[in-house]
């Protein structure tokens, strides 16, 4: 490859979707518009390996291409910039309430939908109505929220080092088939994640260091079309504390982001953080169809 765009665009260290998950969604001129790259761009990637069939690629390996590219230029790239732009923020910013309206619906017609409740009153937070069960049977979940953050000091040295362990690997975050999505065996063996897979990863070895853990997924306020997951964690002093790897690894290409989100010595939970009461392998969402669910999280103005 040849010239700054074609250098920066290769597979070193690309974890393609294997042939068994590959989805042949996206022609080639789609393909350069994602990557901001020309033709001869795209022929000199197929050339270095990347999967194409007939003439088409899988969307998930383009995304992840050009998320870590390093260019600047890339829609992937452009839209976690402008997604994260929050992680610059104070930590007051980060951590202070806030009062939010919260909608869950069910994008399909089937008879049997089973939609997850915001709890953010697990994290000191309230949600209105005040829910009886996790899930519940409905088409559509309502309610307003008030979550808050907090940042914690990590009591034990060794859930600090294995914080710091996971930050060494040099793991990156990518979009993957939600067959391997929680296939933790992905962090070691080729050095990425999602952010289920390295939750499960980093609550075994709190687990087998002696401390108990478990998974939580929820939501973040600002990037509604991913269902986010973290680990919760029981420090030496008693108190469970949110461990969050992705967004370390997330935090670590924003410049400028607030040192809290990078420092393995706390714990951070930020106001953006909606949990329910599920882990990892649960669904927000079940029915009988492939149709999505729509998340909207909007700020109430207080006192309305």
Request: proline share 6%; net charge negative.
């Amino acid at each position: 490859m040849t010239g700054v765009m074609s250098t920066a665009l290769s597979l070193d260290g690309m974890y393609l979707v294997p042939g068994e998950h590959h989805v042949p969604d996206t022609d080639r001129a789609a393909a350069a518009e994602l990557l901001c790259c020309d033709e001869q761009t795209i022929d000199a990637l197929v050339q270095s390996g990347l999967t194409v069939r007939d003439g088409r690629f899988d969307g998930r390996d383009l995304f992840n291409l050009g998320l870590h590219s390093g260019t600047g230029r890339t829609v992937p790239e452009q839209a976690f910039a402008f997604s994260l732009r929050w992680m610059r923020g104070t930590d007051d910013a980060l951590l202070s309430p806030r009062t939010l309206g919260f909608t869950l619906t069910a994008d399909c017609a089937c008879q049997d939908v089973a939609l997850a409740v915001p709890r953010p009153d697990r994290y000191g937070g309230t949600v209105t109505p005040v829910p009886e069960h996790d899930v519940v049977d409905a088409s559509a979940v309502t309610a307003t929220i008030r979550t808050e953050g907090r940042a914690a000091p990590l009591r034990s040295p060794a859930l600090r080092g294995l914080v710091e362990e996971f930050a060494g690997l040099g793991v990156r975050w990518v979009k993957l088939p939600d067959a391997l999505r929680e296939d933790e065996s992905l962090v070691t063996a080729h050095r990425v994640a999602t952010c289920e897979s390295a939750s499960r990863w980093l609550a075994r070895r709190f687990l087998a260091a002696g401390y108990p853990a478990a998974t939580r997924i929820g939501w973040v306020v600002g990037m509604l079309d991913l269902v986010h997951a973290w680990v919760e964690v029981t420090d030496d002093d008693g108190e469970t504390k949110v461990v969050d790897p992705v967004f370390s690894l997330f935090a670590a290409t924003v410049p400028g982001a607030n040192p809290l989100l990078t420092d393995p010595a706390v714990a951070l939970r930020t106001n953006r953080l909606v949990p329910t009461g599920l882990a990892v392998g649960d669904r927000v969402a079940t029915h009988g169809c492939d149709l999505p669910v729509t998340v909207r999280i909007n700020p109430v103005k207080e006192g309305s």
